[in-house]
T-cell receptor
Framework: GGIITQTPKFLIGQEGQKLTLKCQQN?????MYWYRQDSGKGLRLIYY???????QKGDLSEGYDASREKKSSFSLTVTSAQKNEMAVFLC????????????FGSGTRLTVL | AQKVTQTQTSISVMEKTTVTMDCVYE???????LFWYKQTASGEIVFLIR??????ENATVGHYSLNFQKPKSSIGLIITATQIEDSAVYFC????????????FGKGTQLIIQP
């Protein structure tokens, strides 16, 4: 088995601030994802990466940057935090095959003051 | 583009009964995979069950089963003999078979199991 670790669990920032969320996985999975979950809503894809140094934009990439410098880690940067983007950010990973499921981390809850 | 729709926002049933949650999807892919996930009150998201589009048999895992109706682009989740701990939010998701592509989620259905 493996685990996905997201840090920090809670992130509080000021409006306009640049904030970074980190994700580590020890499954040795090829693909990693960042999803955003707003209260009472589904998961929307921000960025994903199919291998080290690869980045693919999702449906919600504007206002975010991502980085995959190592196979095991995937970070997400909120370039200028806004109050309307307070949400839970979920990192996930999966093997390269489309048939494989995603494994999720426990999330980072972002609060913007 | 893919789209997944769950129209039931919330369902409440009595313990030990059977419940069905609906999901319809849209895709241009000829081959695809359909997934159901469960999100508990703690926020943890776990995979429950998968249906491969090319398989006619409905997938079954434990007390979870699927009702796959390909002509209707529908994949319902059936939970039999429900337990209190089945109370959670259930997400339907799909992914094309063309490689390591994005997983598109529905908005989720909250299931409440009453004692």
């Amino acid at each position: 088995g493996g685990i996905i670790t997201q840090t920090p669990k809670f992130l509080i920032g000021q409006e306009g601030q640049k904030l970074t969320l980190k994700c580590q996985q020890n499954f040795n999975h090829d693909t990693m994802y960042w999803y955003r979950q707003d209260s009472g809503k589904g998961l929307r894809l921000i960025y994903y990466s199919i291998t080290e140094n690869d980045l693919q934009k999702g449906d919600l990439s504007e206002g975010y940057d991502a980085s995959r410098e190592k196979k095991s880690s995937f970070s997400l940067t909120v370039t200028s935090a806004q109050k309307n983007e307070m949400a839970v950010f979920l990192c996930a990973s999966s093997p390269g095959s489309s048939a494989e499921t995603l494994y999720f981390g426990s999330g980072t809850r972002l609060t913007v003051l | 583009a893919q789209k997944v729709t769950q129209t039931q926002t919330s369902i409440s049933v009595m313990e030990k009964t059977t419940v069905t949650m609906d999901c319809v999807y849209e895709t241009q892919d000829s081959s695809y995979f359909l997934f159901w996930y469960k999100q508990t009150a703690s926020g943890e998201i776990v995979f429950l069950i998968r249906q491969d589009s090319y398989k006619k048999e409905n997938a079954t895992v434990g007390h979870y089963s699927l009702n796959f109706q390909k002509p209707k682009s529908s994949i319902g989740l059936i939970i039999t003999a429900t337990q209190i701990e089945d109370s959670a939010v259930y997400f339907c998701a799909m992914r094309g078979a063309g490689g390591a592509d994005r997983l598109t989620f529905g908005k989720g259905t909250q299931l409440i199991i009453q004692p």
